[in-house]
């Protein structure tokens, strides 16, 4: 059962949402837009005995994590895209090391230091693996206040399931906005058992030990395939969309996070012009929805796909891969921390049912 509705920022919700999960351990570092998550977890670790600590920098932070992680605890790092950029070595070796972890990214504009407004621009780093070596992260991109803390929820679950770093990918907007959020009285937490953590000897007969490092190429070769097997698996049973007016439309947006929220204002406009618009969202942004794109891409009704972004483009590609040709993608982005108007969208989807030159 929930509770009454509570009015909260959602830099806060998603502290509040990963002590509801368990997390008794925070490690970061300030950075604009997301710093109320710390000081939330600074607040609220104190209180109820768990660890909190501003590390010197985020390399140290995320290397706090990868510590607390292979002891087997839930834990959580949080940062803004320069910020998470120095994360990258330490994600790396997490995936490395298969250890369960939480990392927030609440996107600010860039390239480089950039702005503190929101973006969109860390959709690569995030999807792509962002660090060495060949891996992935779970990718969840919630796009309400009320989805920042169901998902991140859900997220210290996966991270737990699969041994690996989920990941939360908001922008300023999200992270800044306050809206009502109803907490439930009891989390769906899954219970995992970590045979392989680091948490003493015990009667075991040997210690446990936690690395990424595999002198011999064959035994990293095996690592690799074994991981890619994982990843696999994960691409088959964990696609999460929402699929918006697809029956009859005509044009297919795709968005995610905050965008997702602006189109779905500008379908509603483009129905009482007769343009029959749908939206495919994708919730995780890896494992990647490619397969309803393409089905959609697929069906007669659909003439083409407009992807819209915070950034010069980078999801469209992995749009215009799951469309596969079958119909022409389009792209509208803003960066630099602006947000795109409805009217602009709009405009796009006028001239996109004209056949004209968009």
């Given at each position: 059962?929930?509770?009454?509705?509570?009015?909260?920022?959602?830099?806060e919700?998603?502290?509040?949402?990963?002590?509801?999960?368990?997390?008794r351990?925070?490690?970061?570092?300030?950075?604009?837009?997301?710093?109320?998550?710390?000081?939330?977890?600074?607040?609220?670790?104190?209180q109820?005995?768990?660890?909190?600590?501003?590390?010197e920098?985020?390399?140290?932070?995320?290397?706090?994590?990868?510590?607390?992680?292979?002891?087997?605890?839930?834990?959580?790092?949080?940062?803004?895209?320069?910020?998470?950029?120095?994360?990258?070595?330490?994600?790396?070796?997490?995936?490395?090391?298969?250890l369960?972890?939480?990392?927030?990214?609440?996107?600010?504009a860039?390239?480089?230091?950039?702005?503190?407004?929101?973006?969109?621009?860390?959709?690569?780093?995030?999807?792509?693996?962002?660090?060495?070596?060949?891996?992935?992260?779970?990718?969840?991109?919630?796009?309400?206040?009320?989805?920042?803390?169901?998902?991140?929820?859900?997220?210290?679950?996966?991270?737990?399931?699969?041994?690996?770093?989920?990941?939360?990918?908001?922008?300023?907007?999200?992270?800044?906005?306050?809206?009502?959020?109803?907490?439930?009285?009891?989390?769906?937490?899954?219970?995992?058992?970590?045979?392989?953590?680091?948490?003493?000897?015990?009667?075991?007969?040997?210690?446990?030990?936690?690395?990424?490092?595999?002198?011999?190429?064959?035994?990293?070769?095996?690592?690799?395939?074994?991981?890619?097997?994982?990843?696999?698996?994960?691409?088959?049973?964990?696609?999460?969309?929402?699929?918006?007016?697809?029956?009859?439309a005509?044009?297919?947006?795709?968005?995610?996070?905050?965008?997702?929220?602006?189109?779905?204002?500008?379908?509603?406009?483009?129905?009482?012009?007769?343009?029959?618009?749908?939206?495919?969202?994708?919730?995780?942004?890896?494992?990647?929805p490619?397969?309803?794109?393409?089905?959609?891409?697929?069906?007669?009704?659909?003439?083409?796909?407009?992807?819209?972004?915070?950034?010069?483009?980078?999801?469209?590609?992995?749009?215009?891969?799951?469309?596969?040709?079958?119909?022409p993608?389009?792209?509208?982005?803003?960066?630099?921390?602006?947000?795109?108007?409805?009217?602009?969208?709009?405009?796009?989807?006028?001239?996109?049912?004209?056949?004209?030159?968009?």
């Amino acid at each position: 059962m929930a509770q009454k509705r509570v009015l909260m920022k959602g830099n806060e919700v998603i502290a509040e949402a990963a002590l509801r999960a368990g997390c008794r351990n925070y490690f970061g570092y300030p950075i604009t837009p997301q710093t109320e998550v710390m000081h939330y977890m600074a607040k609220k670790m104190v209180q109820i005995g768990g660890n909190f600590v501003q590390a010197e920098s985020e390399v140290s932070a995320i290397n706090m994590v990868y510590g607390a992680a292979a002891a087997g605890a839930r834990v959580l790092t949080s940062s803004s895209s320069p910020g998470v950029s120095l994360k990258q070595e330490g994600i790396s070796y997490i995936a490395g090391a298969e250890l369960p972890a939480v990392v927030v990214n609440i996107m600010r504009a860039g390239p480089g230091l950039g702005g503190i407004q929101p973006a969109q621009g860390d959709y690569f780093q995030a999807t792509k693996g962002g660090g060495h070596g060949d891996y992935r992260n779970l990718v969840i991109a919630p796009a309400s206040i009320q989805e920042l803390y169901e998902l991140t929820v859900e997220a210290f679950n996966l991270a737990d399931k699969y041994r690996m770093c989920a990941m939360i990918l908001g922008d300023g907007t999200l992270g800044q906005m306050m809206e009502p959020v109803a907490f439930r009285d009891e989390e769906p937490i899954v219970t995992v058992e970590k045979p392989w953590a680091c948490t003493g000897r015990g009667d075991r007969a040997d210690h446990n030990t936690v690395t990424s490092i595999y002198i011999d190429p064959d035994v990293l070769e095996a690592k690799n395939v074994e991981l890619q097997e994982k990843y696999k698996y994960i691409e088959e049973n964990e696609v999460r969309y929402e699929a918006y007016g697809l029956e009859d439309a005509e044009i297919v947006i795709t968005a995610f996070s905050t965008c997702s929220r602006i189109c779905k204002n500008v379908i509603r406009q483009a129905a009482e012009l007769g343009i029959k618009v749908g939206m495919i969202r994708p919730i995780t942004l890896w494992p990647f929805p490619t397969k309803i794109i393409n089905e959609t891409a697929a069906l007669s009704n659909v003439k083409a796909f407009l992807d819209v972004e915070l950034n010069m483009g980078q999801m469209v590609e992995d749009v215009r891969l799951a469309v596969n040709g079958q119909k022409p993608v389009y792209f509208h982005g803003r960066a630099g921390g602006n947000l795109p108007t409805q009217k602009e969208i709009l405009d796009k989807i006028v001239e996109i049912s004209k056949g004209g030159n968009v």
